[in-house]
């Protein structure tokens, strides 16, 4: 008898998994400011489908010529097109919310997915189970996320009557939700063993179809050819769309990802960062209190491991 297949164990996170990490989310932390900076030549819509289009014809040539037919008869069609739907809705709600918010609450909203990614992972994945000490690094990051961007200088935000605001942040938010389902969805299915060429089509293609459908009956499908469009483009398309989302799942199939979701929350200090100093978007104390929150969630989750270890070898 054949011994039954086994599922490659996932490694916990290491220094390639941590520098790699880093570089995602200073080029995930930046694609909020590049779609903002050319909103008014392009509508953030059509940039996000535009880039979708283009990541989906190279990968389709990359991953015929891999696989050809095979590609869709190996079981994954099915699963491909719900990462698909999830992936282009997350990004419908990403581009809608920053015509109502700034790139910055875009930024942290939008990365409450690994909070989502993490429970449903926990649920569904042995090797993916939360510890006490990553479930308060969760709680405290989330609460960090919370007090930043709830709270301008102690008084609720609800009280400057930013009833558009609100409704950005909720999209950004609903994009977090979709985001960890596309996580959860990709490792629960077969498309954990997939190619990440051929996972990411799926999520291209099915996105630029929705997207630019969309994006023509609501009108916002005009394009003002500006260098700085253009620029800003080709950056989402090629760093963002393709290189960088290639890497992530070449890193989900390597590590836990549970880990590596929870260091994605670096990503919304680089966002605010640059929607500070580029798009001169207002800082306050709040999110200064919020940020340090933030980074302790971080340190206790990617940390959890090297903390029980030292305190394994303090008993001993």
């Given at each position: 008898?054949?011994?039954?297949?086994?599922?490659?164990?996932?490694?916990?996170?290491?220094?390639?998994?941590?520098?790699?990490?880093?570089?995602?989310?200073?080029?995930?932390?930046?694609?909020?400011?590049?779609?903002?900076?050319?909103?008014?030549?392009?509508?953030?819509?059509?940039?996000?489908?535009?880039?979708?289009?283009?990541?989906?014809?190279?990968?389709?040539?990359?991953?015929?010529?891999?696989?050809?037919?095979?590609?869709?008869?190996?079981?994954?069609?099915?699963?491909?097109?719900?990462?698909?739907?999830?992936?282009?809705?997350?990004?419908?709600?990403?581009?809608?919310?920053?015509?109502?918010?700034?790139?910055?609450?875009?930024?942290?909203?939008?990365?409450?997915?690994?909070?989502?990614?993490?429970?449903?992972?926990?649920?569904?994945?042995?090797?993916?189970?939360?510890?006490?000490?990553?479930?308060?690094?969760?709680?405290?990051?989330?609460?960090?996320?919370?007090?930043?961007?709830?709270?301008?200088?102690?008084?609720?935000?609800?009280?400057?009557?930013?009833?558009?605001?609100?409704?950005?942040?909720?999209?950004?938010?609903?994009?977090?939700?979709?985001?960890?389902?596309?996580?959860?969805?990709?490792?629960?299915?077969?498309?954990?063993?997939?190619?990440?060429?051929?996972?990411?089509?799926?999520?291209?293609?099915?996105?630029?179809?929705?997207?630019?459908?969309?994006?023509?009956?609501?009108?916002?499908?005009?394009?003002?050819?500006?260098?700085?469009?253009?620029?800003?483009?080709?950056?989402?398309?090629?760093?963002?769309?393709?290189?960088?989302?290639?890497?992530?799942?070449?890193?989900?199939?390597?590590?836990l990802a549970s880990r590596l979701s929870i260091l994605s929350f670096m990503t919304p200090l680089?966002?605010?960062?640059?929607?500070?100093?580029?798009?001169?978007?207002?800082?306050?104390?709040?999110?200064?209190?919020?940020?340090?929150?933030?980074?302790?969630?971080?340190?206790?989750?990617?940390?959890?491991?090297?903390?029980?270890?030292?305190?394994?070898?303090?008993?001993?």
């Amino acid at each position: 008898m054949t011994a039954p297949a086994t599922k490659p164990l996932r490694l916990p996170l290491d220094a390639l998994a941590t520098s790699g990490m880093l570089i995602l989310c200073v080029c995930w932390g930046f694609q909020q400011i590049a779609i903002k900076l050319v909103a008014a030549d392009i509508a953030p819509i059509m940039q996000i489908a535009l880039r979708s289009s283009f990541a989906a014809l190279v990968l389709l040539v990359v991953v015929w010529r891999a696989e050809g037919l095979r590609a869709v008869r190996d079981g994954t069609a099915l699963p491909g097109l719900l990462v698909g739907l999830l992936f282009g809705a997350e990004f419908l709600f990403v581009a809608q919310g920053l015509l109502y918010t700034t790139a910055s609450h875009m930024s942290v909203f939008l990365y409450t997915a690994p909070i989502f990614a993490a429970l449903g992972l926990h649920w569904l994945q042995p090797e993916e189970r939360m510890q006490p000490l990553q479930w308060l690094g969760v709680a405290v990051a989330f609460g960090g996320i919370a007090v930043a961007f709830l709270f301008k200088g102690g008084a609720p935000r609800e009280a400057a009557g930013a009833a558009n605001m609100l409704l950005g942040d909720a999209m950004g938010l609903a994009a977090g939700l979709l985001w960890g389902a596309t996580t959860v969805a990709i490792r629960a299915t077969s498309l954990s063993e997939a190619a990440p060429s051929k996972t990411l089509l799926y999520q291209m293609a099915v996105a630029a179809v929705g997207l630019l459908a969309y994006a023509v009956a609501t009108g916002q499908h005009a394009i003002q050819p500006t260098p700085s469009a253009l620029a800003s483009v080709a950056f989402q398309a090629v760093v963002v769309a393709l290189s960088s989302y290639l890497a992530w799942f070449w890193l989900l199939r390597r590590y836990l990802a549970s880990r590596l979701s929870i260091l994605s929350f670096m990503t919304p200090l680089f966002g605010v960062s640059f929607g500070v100093l580029i798009l001169d978007e207002p800082l306050d104390a709040g999110f200064a209190i919020g940020a340090v929150l933030v980074l302790l969630g971080i340190t206790l989750v990617s940390g959890g491991e090297l903390v029980k270890q030292w305190l394994r070898h303090r008993r001993i």
